[in-house]
Structures are given as structure tokens and as C-alpha cells.
Nanobody
Framework: QVQPVESGGGSVQAGGSLRLSCTLSTDTYSRNVMGWFRQAPGKEREGVAAIYTTGGATYYADSVKGRFTISRDAAKNTLYLQMNSLKPEDTAVYYC?????????????????????????RGQGTQVTVSS
């Protein structure tokens, strides 16, 4: 299996925007849940956003709700994370992830977000730095 590859990270001032991209293999792209998680220095990994490939439902951590948007382009096998109104506390390495979650309807969105860091297909991450 080819692991996902993230791009689009960088340095930006508070209030700015970045768009992260993640290219997935065709097989990975067929997984029923894809998403983004992040890890800041000295902090636990945090699920940020998830999208269900069937139906397209999206879910966000409270910390990014209203500022971040997850989307995907099926033709390009690519997952995106549009990040607006960035804050210094958004500084972290961002990873994309994909997996097949059986009996998905039994899980709350919070549980799915929390599970993103343990998904089978994860990229190497891309650094996002937000300065005040």
C-alpha cells in the first residue's frame, strides 16, 4: 500500500489561510472515512476533521469548527483541508489519514475524530506554523 502524501503546509501570520492537500492511492481513497489530525509539540494528537466517503458527511473538532473545511476530489484521489482564520494554537504537524471503519453508524463523530491518529493509512505530515 502506498501511504498518503501531504502538502501545502507553511508559515503564516495569525488570521491567514492555508490549504493542505493529501494525495491517496486509489485503494486508500476507497476507505469509508478520511480525515486530518494534528500534533503540536508536547501535546497529544488531535483529530481535526473527518469526511465520510459515502454521503459526504463532515465532522470537525470544536477547536476548528467554522474555520476549517474538509473536502475531497474523487477524480484526483485527493483530500483537502482549507484552514482560515488561523491562530497560533493551530501550529502543529498535520497528517491525513484514511481507513475502513466497520459498522460506522455505531460511532459518534467525536469517536471517529479521536480515532483518526490510529487509522491504518497515515501520511508523514506537513508542518503548519502560525505566528502572532
Amino acid at each position: 500500500q502506498v501511504q498518503p502524501v501531504e502538502s501545502g503546509g507553511g508559515s503564516v501570520q495569525a488570521g491567514g489561510s492555508l490549504r493542505l492537500s493529501c494525495t491517496l492511492s486509489t485503494d486508500t481513497y476507497s476507505r469509508n472515512v478520511m480525515g486530518w489530525f494534528r500534533q503540536a509539540p508536547g501535546k497529544e494528537r488531535e483529530g481535526v476533521a473527518a469526511i465520510y466517503t459515502t454521503g459526504g458527511a463532515t465532522y470537525y473538532a470544536d477547536s476548528v469548527k467554522g474555520r476549517f473545511t474538509i473536502s475531497r476530489d474523487a477524480a484526483k484521489n485527493t483530500l483537502y483541508l482549507q484552514m482560515n482564520s488561523l491562530k497560533p494554537e493551530d501550529t502543529a504537524v498535520y497528517y491525513c489519514a484514511a481507513d475502513f471503519v466497520p459498522s460506522l453508524s455505531y460511532y459518534t463523530d467525536a469517536a471517529v475524530l479521536a480515532g483518526l491518529p490510529d487509522f491504518a493509512y497515515r501520511g508523514q505530515g506537513t508542518q503548519v506554523t502560525v505566528s502572532s
